[in-house]
C-alpha cells in the first residue's frame, strides 16, 4: 500500500512539475515575443488618421542613424530636424508599435521650438533584438540613443524625452537607474510597476487570481531572457529623479489604469506635474485630445523655463 501511494504521489508531481514548466515557458513565451502590429498596418492607420503628414515627412530634413545597443544589437533611429535648433525631444513608442506612431508628436514638439528623435524599440520596426522585455533592456537602448543626440547636438542643447505606455516605463527606468541626463521628462500612461501590471491583466482577462502564475513566470525569465519583473518597476525608480517629469494619462484608460501614474506622481518629488484627460483609452490622449494636450505639454515646458 505504502508503495502505491509513493508511486501514485511520484507521479503526480512529475504531471505537475511538467504542467508548471509548460505553463511558465507559454507564458513567458507571450511575454518575451508579445506580438506586434504589422509596420504596413501603423503607417496606414497614422495615414488615414492625418497623424502621419507622407508629405512633410518626405521633404523634411532627416538623418537616419544606426546606434549600437550595449545589448549587442542595432537601434534604428530618425532625427528629425524642421527646425535651426540643437533642441531635440527623443520620443520612445509602447510596446507593439514603432517609430512611425511617434511622428506625431514630433510635429507637436516642432510647434514648440524642438527637434526630435524617433526611434524603434529592440524588436520592433528595423531595430534588432531578439525579445520584448518592458523597458529593462529598452532602458540600456535608451539611454544609448541619448548619448547620440548628445554627440549631435552639442552640451548646450535642452534634451527632453517623452514616452508612451512602455515607452513612458522606460523613460522613467532611464531617469531613475541610470541617467537622469535629460533635463525634462514626459511620462504618458505608464505603468508603475510590472509585476502590478501583469496581475491587473491577468485577473481582468484570464480566470487566473493567483499571483503563482506570476511568481512562476518570473522564474522563467530569469532563466530565459536574464531580468526579474522585479527589476521593471518605474514606482522604484521614480524617486530618483530630479528633473521635471510632466505625467499624462487618460481617465478611461482600462489597460493601464490612471492610477498608476496618480502613485508614480506622488511618489516624484518636485519638480513635477500632472494632467489627467477625460477622454481617450490607452495612449489615446493625444490622439482625442491634441490641442489640450500640446498646451498642457507648452504650459508644463514654460513654467520650468525649458521652451526654446
Excluded at 520596426?125 to 539611454?143: N, P, V
Excluded at 504618458?188 to 510590472?194: G, I, L, V
Aim: proline share 4%; charged share 25%.
Amino acid at each position: 500500500m505504502k508503495r502505491r501511494i509513493l508511486w501514485f504521489t511520484s507521479i503526480l508531481s512529475s504531471i505537475m512539475t511538467a504542467g508548471a514548466a509548460i505553463f511558465g515557458f507559454v507564458l513567458t513565451n507571450r511575454l518575451m515575443y508579445l506580438k506586434k502590429k504589422d509596420d504596413a498596418f501603423i503607417l496606414d492607420r497614422e495615414i488615414t488618421a492625418k497623424r502621419f503628414d507622407e508629405a512633410w515627412f518626405n521633404v523634411v530634413e532627416k538623418n537616419e542613424k544606426w546606434i549600437d545597443s550595449p545589448n549587442g544589437y542595432p537601434v534604428k533611429a530618425i532625427f528629425l530636424e524642421p527646425l535651426d535648433t540643437n533642441n531635440f525631444v527623443v520620443i520612445c513608442h509602447g510596446v507593439t508599435e514603432n517609430k512611425i506612431n511617434s511622428v506625431k508628436y514630433a510635429r507637436l514638439f516642432e510647434r514648440l521650438g524642438f527637434n526630435s528623435v524617433v526611434y524603434d524599440h529592440r524588436r520592433h520596426g528595423d531595430s534588432g533584438g531578439k525579445t520584448t522585455s518592458f523597458g529593462h533592456y529598452e532602458k540600456m537602448d535608451l539611454q544609448a540613443v541619448v548619448k547620440a543626440v548628445d554627440d549631435y547636438a552639442g552640451e548646450e542643447a535642452i534634451i527632453g524625452i517623452h514616452g508612451e505606455s512602455m515607452g513612458a516605463a522606460t523613460t522613467i527606468l532611464y531617469a531613475g537607474t541610470l541617467e537622469d541626463h535629460a533635463d525634462f521628462y514626459i511620462s504618458d500612461c505608464a505603468f508603475s510597476d510590472f509585476t502590478d501590471q501583469l496581475m491587473y491583466l491577468m485577473k481582468k482577462e484570464t480566470p487566473l487570481r493567483s499571483s503563482l502564475a506570476i511568481k512562476l513566470a518570473d522564474i522563467f525569465l530569469r532563466v530565459r531572457d536574464g531580468y526579474s519583473m522585479k527589476l521593471v518597476s518605474p514606482r522604484e525608480a521614480v524617486g530618483r529623479i530630479e528633473k521635471p517629469v510632466l505625467f499624462i494619462h487618460s481617465l478611461p484608460d482600462d489597460f493601464i489604469l490612471p492610477e498608476m501614474t496618480q502613485e508614480l506622481y506622488d511618489l516624484k518629488p518636485e519638480p513635477k506635474q500632472i494632467k489627467f484627460f477625460e477622454n481617450g483609452p490607452h495612449a489615446q490622449s493625444y490622439n482625442q485630445n491634441p490641442e489640450e494636450y500640446e498646451q498642457t505639454v507648452a504650459n508644463f515646458l514654460y513654467t520650468y523655463n525649458l521652451l526654446p
